[in-house]
C-alpha cells in the first residue's frame, strides 16, 4: 500500500498537471491514509486539496464544503497558519462566485490571523486581495491604503508594484507623509 505522503505528491503533481478528476481521487485516497496514521491535520490539508479541485473546476459549492470540513479541523487545533490559509482560499472561492461580502469576510480574518502569527508575506498577499474588492467596490481611497500596507509588507515585488511604491513614497514625501 502507498503511504500517505506519496499519494500527496502524486494529487499534486496531477493537480499541477490538470488532471483535476484523478488528483481528487488521489487526493481523497491521501486523505483516508492520514486518517488512519492518525493525522488529522495532514487529512484536513488534503480536504483543502480536494477543494482546490473543485474550484479548479468551478464546483464552487463543493470547493467551500470540503474547505469548511478542513477549516473547523484547523480551528479545533488550533492551527493558526492553516486556519489562515483555508479563510484566503475560501476568500477567492467567494470572489468566484460573486460573494464579495463573504470574500471580503474571508480574507479579513485570514489578513488578522497572519499579521498575528508575524507571517508578513501572507499577510501582504492577503491584503492585496482586499484591496482589489475595495477596488471592485469602487472604493478608490481605502484601496489604496490598503495596497500600500500590503506592499510594505512583501518582499518581493513585481515592476508594477515596485513602480507603485516610489510613487506613493514620493506622494508621502510631497503630502508630509499623510
Request: hydrophobic letters at 40%; aromatic letters at 8%.
Amino acid at each position: 500500500m502507498t503511504d500517505a505522503k506519496t499519494l500527496q505528491e502524486q494529487g499534486v503533481k496531477l493537480y499541477d498537471q490538470q488532471d483535476y478528476e484523478a488528483a481528487a481521487r488521489i487526493f481523497q485516497q491521501a486523505q483516508q491514509a492520514y486518517e488512519a496514521d492518525n493525522q488529522p491535520d495532514m487529512a484536513a490539508e488534503m480536504l483543502v486539496n480536494i477543494g482546490l479541485v473543485h474550484r479548479a473546476l468551478g464546483e464552487h459549492q463543493q470547493a467551500l464544503d470540503m474547505m469548511k470540513k478542513a477549516l473547523q479541523i484547523f480551528q479545533e487545533t488550533n492551527d493558526t497558519l492553516r486556519t489562515a490559509q483555508v479563510l484566503g482560499n475560501m476568500g477567492g472561492v467567494y470572489m468566484e462566485m460573486g460573494d464579495k461580502e463573504q470574500a471580503y469576510n474571508c480574507y479579513r480574518q485570514a489578513a488578522d490571523t497572519f499579521q498575528e502569527a508575524g507571517d508578513k508575506e501572507k499577510y501582504g498577499q492577503t491584503l492585496l486581495a482586499i484591496a482589489k474588492i475595495q477596488f471592485k467596490d469602487g472604493k478608490i481611497w481605502p484601496a489604496a491604503a490598503t495596497y500600500e500596507v500590503a506592499l510594505e509588507n512583501l518582499d518581493k515585488l513585481n515592476f508594477s508594484q515596485r513602480v507603485l511604491q516610489r510613487l506613493i513614497k514620493i506622494r508621502n514625501g510631497l503630502t508630509g507623509g499623510a
